[in-house]
């Protein structure tokens, strides 16, 4: 291969979008051998060189510390120092680091708060490199938040950025920490991590969308019959996850090996790749092609000889061109020659399935690095964001789009740690993991174990379902039976039915505030948000506690503990309204899981009708928690990736004590958005008897149900609209009976008791003395707990 490595005249390179490494002169103290820079009032970066000098790159976890110099003190003591800040005191002996010569403590509020160089106790977690093959748990490294408050990031082993972009490894005889110290303000603590870290990338719209995914060798034919199946069964999907056999593999000739790496299309399953895609992109899909690059370029590939002209091979010699992102000539042809072409093609992301180690030619320099990196900045090229999907590569992999989380064991024990992987790793930034939903490999058969997946999958940052190579392992819905099929039917509409709200979320997301967060984020001082790992905060509005192990046989439902922080909470799939500042044993039945509206909460969704994720949407409901007053801005933008950051901003506000709905003007950009709108505006609760429904002096007749009802409205976006509920304001909670009789219906249990607690039920009485008489009835457990929880609703009480 040619020695060719300047990186003269290739574009890709270039300095680290963001990047500003060097520290403020102001913000840093010096030893002989040491270097502390006070980077906030609660982060310091610790240096230690044998040789004395120090580095100003930046790092693969590092881009940025040139921020605000934060006001701190200094007292030299002997060759070492003490630096206090408003939050922290750190005490260094000046020596080599040591957990008896290095300390920093915590001030004010949290004071009881340590922490010792080379300790992480309290360390709360972030995530992982990969889930292939885990059935279970899996050790989640290290984060920046702690439950004592303090703890820190080991960077001394990252590879380093040049000042042109291109990479370099460390030097030798040196540690490079970072001390997180914030106690209980974690939003504090993530914010630091962001500003020296870097920004998420904003995901184009239709990334939130469902994804279809499955390693099976699909031509183009039989690819486009399953997408005509999904439209029969009015199911949408948004973006077409191609595996490897798009490329050649069973027809790569013996001499070159496996058909493992590959960059040509198969054109015995795709004749017409170019034609494939564009039919794809005309029913609202966009299309990723999967990666395994480590085989390198091999002489059967459409490319190779434009490849080894570019690295200085005869292409006539058939000679295999290693993998080797560490050399700039490489790296420039394995984008334009490579990855271009199809692109071109219509093609719009890559899924890099790199699983070959971390070494490279460069010591330090992580060949999963060098990839998320380079296609991050390869698909931004043209202005956009870019969008990668790849594996997590460690601290400062947020900053480079979808992670692929790996070959996921079809298994409860999977399931069950799913949620709780997905909302830790807001603790390192890493928000948008896509895992294969419902499982890929091995493990069981299990309706309700796929089932309960895809409903959790609905409320992860990604919805990808995924299968493997095996004919018994599918996730198309109606491979299950029927009230599963409902089920996951149900729970795929929903998920293009949130994407208003998911995108908006999206937005937040680009300032540090992952979509799935766990609930120690939203309540750090209560120790019962550190109880419910498997609990997790959707966005602004929404707490969901995905249902996670088997129902129970009796009573057919699963069941989920819960803590509820104060307010008011209700199930947007139930109605059922539950008084919070407690902890809780919700049940479900197959149809749906626990997801809850805070009060005051303002959810948009598309209408049922409008589920196109490649475009905003004409139709949309509104639901609204109406125990309290609240407010919420839905963000929208451009569709596809581009350098254009215009946005279009709805500001939705109830007022409980008015009775007034208000539909604010479009602020911003309304040419992105349709000119008039269809709002469907939905009450989760009651309206009260003799109440009056208007809408610039007209009456409007509300639709009406058990729990909620709903008036609908065009609004022009140029338009500000009010609704007025005049007479009386939403009740809020409802006759929980029909739902308690549907859990006797569907309980496997004597009939006699069932009847027996029926006539509890039903009888007059507040809930507690029903609750209490249904002890003496003999329910099963199970049975007795899915009542109970619902005769503890509000509303239970009122009829």
Do not use: C
């Not at 390693?215 to 997408?227: F, I, Q």
């Not at 809780?584 to 589920?611: F, K, M, N, W, Y």
């Amino acid at each position: 291969m040619s020695n060719l490595t300047s990186t003269a005249s290739l574009p890709l390179i270039r300095p680290v979008p963001g990047s500003a490494p060097r520290a403020n002169a102001e913000s840093v103290v010096t030893g002989e051998h040491w270097r502390i820079s006070v980077l906030t009032d609660g982060l310091f970066r610790l240096e230690w060189s044998d040789d004395g000098r120090f580095e100003d790159r930046a790092s693969s976890f590092v881009i940025r510390r040139d921020l605000p110099v934060p006001p701190f003190s200094v007292d030299r003591v002997g060759d070492g120092v003490t630096i206090t800040t408003a939050r922290a005191q750190l005490r260094y002996d000046g020596r080599p680091f040591s957990a008896q010569g290095l300390v920093v403590d915590l001030l004010g509020e949290d004071a009881a708060g340590s922490w010792r160089f080379g300790h992480t106790r309290g360390d709360l977690g972030g995530t992982a490199r990969t889930l292939d093959d885990v059935d279970g748990r899996t050790d989640l490294g290290g984060g920046v938040l702690a439950a004592d408050g303090v703890t820190s990031i080991d960077d001394s082993e990252s590879f380093l950025f040049d000042d042109d972009g291109w990479v370099s490894s460390r030097l030798p005889g040196r540690s490079d920490i970072y001390v997180f110290a914030f106690g209980r303000d974690f939003s504090d603590a993530l914010a630091a991590f962001h500003a020296i870290a870097g920004a998420p990338t904003r995901l184009p719209r239709w990334a939130l969308g469902n994804w279809w995914s499955r390693y099976h060798p699909y031509s183009d034919a039989s690819y486009l019959e399953l997408m005509d199946r999904f439209d029969e069964e009015g199911l949408p999907f948004s973006v077409a996850v191609i595996d490897m056999d798009w490329h050649r593999v069973d027809s790569v000739p013996a001499r070159f090996g496996s058909g493992w790496t590959g960059y040509s299309w198969e054109p015995e399953l795709f004749p017409r790749p170019a034609e494939f895609l564009e039919t794809l992109r005309r029913r609202g899909m966009r299309v990723t092609l999967n990666l395994h690059p480590a085989d390198g370029v091999r002489a059967f590939e459409d490319a190779y000889p434009a490849v080894a002209e570019a690295v200085g091979v005869d292409p006539g010699s058939e000679v295999a061109i290693p993998f080797a992102p560490t050399n700039p000539a490489f790296l420039r042809s394995y984008f334009e020659h490579l990855h271009h072409p199809i692109e071109d093609q219509g093609v719009d992301f890559w899924w890099i399935d790199w699983q070959q180690g971390d070494t490279s030619d460069i010591p330090g320099v992580d060949p999963l690095w060098m990839l998320n990196h380079f296609h991050h900045l390869d698909a931004a090229r043209n202005g956009g964001p870019g969008l990668t999907f790849s594996r997590y590569a460690g601290p400062g992999s947020h900053r480079y789009g979808v992670g692929f989380s790996g070959d996921t064991v079809v298994s409860w024990a999977s399931l069950a740690f799913q949620p709780e992987f997905t909302a830790r790793a807001a603790n390192i930034g890493y928000g948008w993991w896509s895992h294969d939903i419902g499982g890929h490999t091995r493990g069981i058969s299990d309706d309700e174990l796929a089932t309960r997946w895809v409903q959790s999958g609905v409320f992860s940052p990604i919805m990808r379902l995924h299968s493997a190579n095996n004919p018994f392992i599918r996730k198309e819905p109606w491979m299950f039976s029927a009230d599963h099929h409902q089920a996951m039917n149900s729970a795929l509409r929903l998920r293009h039915r949130l994407v208003p709200y998911l995108h908006t979320m999206n937005h937040l997301a680009e300032h540090g505030q992952a979509l799935v967060r766990p609930m120690y984020h939203l309540e750090p001082r209560r120790s019962e948000a550190f109880h419910v790992p498997n609990e997790y905060a959707f966005g602004t509005e929404l707490i969901v506690a995905p249902i996670t192990e088997p129902a129970d046989a009796g009573s057919r439902h699963g069941r989920v503990t819960a803590w509820l922080p104060p307010g008011v909470w209700t199930d947007v799939t139930t109605g059922s309204v539950y008084r919070g500042d407690r902890t809780v044993e919700l049940h479900r039945d197959v149809q749906s899981i626990p997801v809850l509206l805070r009060a005051g909460g303002i959810l948009p969704l598309t209408a049922t009708d409008d589920l196109d994720a490649t475009r905003n949407p004409e139709r949309l409901e509104i639901l609204v928690a109406p125990a309290a007053s609240g407010t919420f801005t839905m963000i929208e933008d451009g569709i596809d990736e581009t350098a254009d950051d215009a946005t279009a901003r709805t500001t939705f506000s109830w007022n409980r004590d008015a009775g007034e709905l208000r539909i604010g003007s479009v602020q911003g950009d309304r040419g992105l958005v349709p000119p008039t709108r269809s709002w469907t505006l939905t009450f989760l609760g009651r309206l009260p008897a003799g109440a009056e429904i208007t809408l610039a002096g007209r009456t409007l007749a509300p639709t009406v149900s058990d729990d909620r009802f709903s008036v609908t409205v065009d609004a022009a976006a140029a338009d500000e609209s009010l609704l007025t509920i005049a007479g009386g304001t939403p009740v809020v909670g409802s006759d929980p009976r029909p739902r308690i009789r549907r859990v006797l219906e569907r309980a496997q249990m004597s009939n006699p008791e069932k009847l027996a607690a029926w006539e509890v039920v039903d009888a007059p009485g507040s809930a507690a003395e029903r609750i209490a008489s249904l002890a003496a009835v003999g329910l099963p457990p199970a049975v007795l707990a899915a009542v109970t929880e619902l005769l503890g609703t509000l509303g239970a009480d009122a009829e």
